[in-house]
């Protein structure tokens, strides 16, 4: 299983249209080969910024088969205008403690 | 529920200690009131970077039960040294998406 990790930055005062839109993208990346599971939340110290996880099966469904499919260009059409700046995106895997 | 994240970056060379260190500190976390669970994973992209999640049932048992005690003198002694730079904490509440 791999952790892709993003710390999510959006521009102030788009709050409430950046959270439909992702709600909206959920079943985007949801219906992509490998994907496991997603979860978005707000940061309580910055209202601006929100943690994105989401669980692959492999790195490649992430990394080929969501970001080379057409439905990334749906995504990035509804989500990547909100971004500033535009996020680091990483994956985890070995597990240390849990 | 509460989610803590941090991004650990660590000294070059050190994971194997680092590694062997956090298993021991786990034990530490786990007996704080509002405890509820813990995760480290070893990022792919870079191998001296860790992500911490730590769930906690309210904000204040992180920043008072856990920081304010004697436990996290023991935390620190055992873990901060390896850190560089030290990491920024931060916390997030509201779900978006899951």
Redo the contacts between chains.
């Keep these: 299983m ?2 892709e ?1 993003a710390i999510l930055n959006i521009k102030a005062g788009q709050n409430e249209a950046f ?1 439909a839109d ?2 909206k993208a ?1 079943a985007i990346i949801a219906a992509i080969k490998g994907f496991v ?10 209202e601006n ?3 994105l996880l989401v669980e692959w099966e492999r ?1 490649e469904n992430h990394t080929i088969d969501f970001r080379q499919s057409s439905e990334y260009q749906e995504w990035k059409a509804l989500l990547h205008h909100y971004y500033d700046p535009f996020p680091v995106v ?9």
């Design positions: 791999i952790l990790v959270e992702f709600r959920q599971s997603i979860s978005v939340r707000q940061c309580i110290e910055n910024q929100y943690l790195l990483e994956h985890y895997d070995r597990i240390i403690v849990e």
